[in-house]
């Protein structure tokens, strides 16, 4: 069954700790994306990936790193410089220009 | 660059009752729109898009939505709702010449029996 996997569901980040978001999809789709979801903000873009090994930043990708070694794969770290990272962190992946992006189930990262 | 505005933050309705979603967005160039659901601690699901031609377009679970191009909006509608519409929803717009989307604020739904 295709689709967009993300674990873990549920993450905590302790001070000063680095943690990776895993993002894995099967629709072999060439465009890979991580997006931030605040209450009340909508989806604000951190990282995007249109092909392996090439990645931009988004609008919001201070405190974020990402890699795309494999086309399946999509990791976004959150490092100890991102002061804020309570979030719940969405992938999504889209196939070719003008088709809707598929999301995955989201990880939802709190400080412990 | 694009924005999408949603009005309503929040809209409450009575089950099987009408009810619209407003979403406006601006834009220099053409644009595909689409609407977006998300139920709480899940993922976004596609309710409908709008890519070119007819500008009423109808989606999953009984949903529907006008392209308006004179007013630059997308409003979705729904004749009589369940209370499983309850959820957020997101209008979505995305640049034709670049696959960049770009997302409303939401609007959380709540269908009261």
């Known amino acids: 069954d295709g689709g967009i996997t993300q674990s873990p569901k549920y993450l905590f980040r302790k001070e000063g700790q680095n943690v990776t978001l895993s993002c894995e999809q099967n629709?072999?789709?060439?465009?890979m994306y991580w997006y931030r979801q605040d209450p009340g903000q909508g989806l604000r873009l951190i990282y995007y990936?249109?092909?392996?090994?090439?990645?931009q930043k988004g609008d919001i990708a201070e405190g974020y790193s990402v890699s795309r070694e494999k086309k399946e794969s999509f990791p976004l770290t959150v490092t100890s410089a991102q002061k804020n990272p309570t979030a719940f962190y969405l992938c999504?992946?889209?196939?070719?220009?003008?088709?809707?992006?598929?999301f995955g189930d989201g990880t939802r990262l709190s400080i412990l | 660059a694009q924005s999408v505005t949603q009005l309503d933050s929040q809209v409450p309705v009575f089950e099987e009752a009408p009810v619209e979603l407003r979403c406006n967005y601006s834009?220099?160039?053409?644009?595909?729109l689409f609407w977006y659901v998300q139920y709480p601690n899940q993922g976004l699901q596609l309710l409908l898009k709008?890519?070119?031609?007819?500008?009423l377009v109808k989606g999953i679970n009984g949903f529907e939505a006008e392209f308006n191009k004179s007013q630059t909006s997308f409003h979705l509608r729904k004749p009589s709702v369940h209370i499983s519409d309850t959820a957020e929803y997101f209008c979505?717009?995305?640049?034709?010449?670049?696959?960049?989307?770009?997302f409303g604020s939401g609007t959380k739904l709540n269908v009261k029996p």
């Open positions: 979505a717009v995305s640049d034709v010449n670049f696959n960049k989307f770009y």
């Open positions: 990936s249109q092909i392996v090994n090439d990645f």
């Open positions: 709008y890519l070119s031609g007819s500008t």
């Open positions: 834009s220099s160039v053409s644009v595909y």
């Open positions: 999504a992946t889209d196939g070719a220009m003008n088709q809707p992006q598929h």
């Open positions: 629709l072999n789709h060439d465009a």
